[in-house]
């Protein structure tokens, strides 16, 4: 065969259809590798230790075999994690705590937020654009950095603001941390001031697209300003609002420094919000498998509710474009 | 029109913006005035909008004196409280703007000692420089910035060195990230492939789970890195990190590449460009600034970023949020150190934020068809 035979038949090959149509998935390729390996290969070997009775002691050990390899001598014992979580009061209480702290928060966030909204777009108020550039600052701060210092407002010590705003009051001192509820309380504080920027803005944009003149007719009509926020604004800004308040649900669900920095979710445990309880099992007390189900559990849980929201609401507008 | 002419002229508008507000709220207020001279709207409408600010005013400062709070302490010096013997004190201990004038006095009285811990000595080391083949060299003398024993400071905090270790784990995540996100979001922006859907899809949702997912993994991750050892590598922690930025921000460099005119493009592959050229020529400088927000988040997110970092790393190579929390749990050091420290690792973070947000993002619809 010549030389030329084979310049022809490359040149009549054609790549078959489907291969040209999707060439530039090989663009999103290497990305996707690269995210994927970094969360399928952690998450596959979760699955795995949430099966085993691993510990600090047993996982690093060399010991035979593929299993031995991968999981040292940790055991593999089936579902007993999950069925011991059942049983496990721990379990129940920070779960229930979790919800409670979302249920709690996310009304603080979207009353703290809508109520900062209102006002900063009233027409009364001047300075309104400056003020709203202002307020949103807690968003550019590093949550590390909000955390520490609401820790500090907290503080039991001579300079926590919250006890000195108090004693201003005339009020006593309060250990904040180690009080269950206010320890509860301050979580909550936290998390609205971490989350309110948020609100605000959506809240924001919203409001700005209620018509004026709704407003106008409404008050020819006599109504005054809880009727028309009742039946002018609440209508136009509840989806935004909704979808907001889904998307701040999950963040609460899955707070984890503040409880972290504050007080490790005490006292005495009865704070841990769901992630901490699977981090303090794993890395504090070492029941690197038992932690690895209680996480699953978590994000089992965080991952149907964020589908459903998706799916329900309009979370993925921008994948439908 | 370039990135940073847009820039400059967003700033000069913003500038000049607040000298036409102040004239627009005097004139406002005259001709408020002048309607209730002349008795066309009553007291409550004068005084509404005077009252209302004032409300407004006193939420935005409730919402801000945290933050005020934390630089009262840092500015205050050591042993600092905000309710002391003399009552409630708003401003720093020892403030007293008369010091400018009288004694020349830049800091006007306050005690700046809390920063001089964070920052420690400032010095430039003596160099060698050898000049080739002369045999000479050059001897620089050592340029001392800042002592921190001459302000009564004994053992400066490890600020520079966090400082740094936080820059080589952000610098690394952005280029890898970068890397791999810039083609991906031109795919997802323009070309019609199989999975696109899905892909973009499955990205959005990460956003969203991904903290909580992040966290989950962390056990898994944390075993996966001790077992090749890779705990307390700054560099692998810079590929973790890039490898969980890929899907915010791919998606929002797509979203920016979406808003350039497809026209652009046509014409150039009519002029008969292949296709590196229409990437290379027309798509990159036209989203320059996506690519420097997304270039700003992702830094950011190296820079800020403390769980993992405090799982996997140990003291001597610690990042900024990792020290700061260290300092919580040291009772000996003082609030007002700490609060220098934390200042000075959020200040700059929040400026490149809110300028990022404010400049660049918003800038995404510059140069359209006019250009």
Known sequence: MATSDVVKRVRKYEAPRWLTENLSL???LPGLFFFLSFVAIPLAYLIGLSLTNATLGTMFQDAPGLWGTVFGEAEF???DNYASLLTDGQFYRSFGVTWLFVATSVVGKVVLGVGIAVVLTHHWVRGKRLMRALVILPMGLPAIFTITVWRGVFSSARFGLANQFLGAFGFESIAWFSRRWLAFVSYNVTEMWLAYPFMVIITVSALQNVSGELHEAAKVDGAGFINRFRHVTMPSIKRP???ASILTAAASFQQFLIPFVFNRGGPARANELILLYG???AFEFRAFGEGSAIMLTAITIIGLFMIVAATKG???????? | MTLIQSITRKIKSDIRAIPAAIVGWYRNTQYKLDLYRRGKIGTLQLLAPVFSTAGALALVSILMFPVYWIALAALSGEGASLYSAGGLQLLPA???PWLLITEGDLWMGMDLTPFVWVIGDLIIPSLRISIPFTGSSIVTSEVVLLEAANYGVER?????QYAWNSLTVAIPTVMMTMAVIIPASYALSRKEFLMRKKVLYGYILFTQVGGGLGLAMLIAVFAIFSAFGWTNDKFMLAVYYSAMAVPFNTWLLKTFMDSIPPSYEEAAVIDGAPPWRVVWEIILPLSKAGLA????????????????AQTVLRPENYTLPVGLFALIDEYTVPWARFSAFALLFAAPVVVIYLFAQRYIESGLSFGGMEG
Request: hydrophobic share 65%; aromatic share 18%.
């Open chain 1, 279 to 281: 981090y303090r099992e």
């Open chain 2, 94 to 96: 020892g403030f007293n």
């Open chain 2, 156 to 160: 400066p905090s490890a600020f520079k």
């Open chain 1, 77 to 79: 014992v089936g579902v």
């Open chain 1, 314 to 321: 309009e979370l993925a507008e921008g994948a439908h474009e």
């Open chain 1, 241 to 243: 609002v909704m979808f």
């Open chain 2, 293 to 308: 927000a997304v270039l700003i988040f992702v830094f950011l997110a190296g820079w800020m970023e403390f769980i993992v």
């Open chain 1, 26 to 28: 090989a663009l999103v």
